[in-house]
């Protein structure tokens, strides 16, 4: 099974700052890896896949990279709006499916 | 634009089974590019991927559930579903359905939540 891990578990952060988050993976994934930004009571939402491609919508401001084992989102001008639990998931090797326990990001 | 919506109880005894059903629109279940998901998450923990089944009926589980869960699908209704024998309240969860490719990320349905009382 891969384990993903994300770091830190929370990150705050002025509006108008840049947040950097990372997930590690337990093998490498090359870059089939995805992003999901969750607010509390909602499902998760796309943000990134195939670890650099944004999903339809999703604001130029959020930008992935990384490959192997090593992956960072990065949202370069915080808003309002993205303060929320950002999770990454893998799916270069399943079963399992797996996803990292999640970096809230919260207000400074 | 495709559409996944999660129904069934909101609460089960536990020692029951818990049933959900995934109903989907604006595109075929039938499909042979894509697997059909069921993730859930416990309140204030992380995402937990349960397993996923594809059309003809082809499923994986979590090694940690696989003697309690199944899934089937029905192309005629354009739905798929979820059992889960033996419920505890660490069962408790929102449970979500999605779809995904087999390398490729999830669209979500919006979850429902159900608790598992003792």
């Known amino acids: 099974e891969i384990v993903m891990t994300q770091s830190p578990a929370t990150l705050s952060v002025s509006p108008g700052e840049r947040a950097t988050l990372s997930c590690r993976a337990s093998?490498?994934?090359?870059?089939?890896l995805a992003w999901y930004q969750q607010k509390p009571g909602q499902a998760p939402r796309l943000l990134i896949y195939?670890?650099?491609t944004r999903a339809t919508g999703i604001p130029v401001r959020f930008s992935g990279s990384g490959s192997g084992t090593e992956f960072t989102l990065t949202i370069s001008t915080l808003q309002s709006e993205d303060f929320a639990v950002y999770y990454c998931?893998?799916?270069?090797?399943?079963?399992?499916?797996?996803f990292g326990g999640g970096t809230k990001v919260e207000i400074k | 634009q495709l559409q996944l919506l999660e129904s069934g109880p909101g609460l089960v005894k536990a020692s029951e089974t818990l049933s959900l059903i995934c109903t989907v629109s604006?595109?075929?279940?039938?499909?042979?590019?894509?697997?059909w998901g069921w993730i859930r998450q416990p309140p204030g923990k992380g995402l937990e991927w349960i397993g996923s089944?594809?059309?003809?009926?082809?499923?994986y589980y979590d090694s940690s559930l696989k003697s309690r869960v199944s899934m089937s699908v029905d192309t005629s209704k354009n739905q798929f579903s979820l059992r889960l024998t033996s419920v505890t309240e660490v069962d408790t969860a929102v449970y979500y359905c999605?779809?995904?490719?087999?390398?490729?990320?999830?669209?979500w349905g919006q979850g429902t939540v159900v608790t598992v009382s003792s």
């Open positions: 999605a779809r995904h490719p087999d390398y490729g990320a999830m669209s």
């Open positions: 604006g595109g075929p279940v039938r499909s042979s590019t894509y697997y």
């Open positions: 089944i594809d059309y003809t009926g082809s499923a």
């Open positions: 093998q490498s994934i090359s870059r089939y």
């Open positions: 195939d670890a650099s």
């Open positions: 998931q893998q799916y270069n090797d399943w079963p399992p499916l797996t």
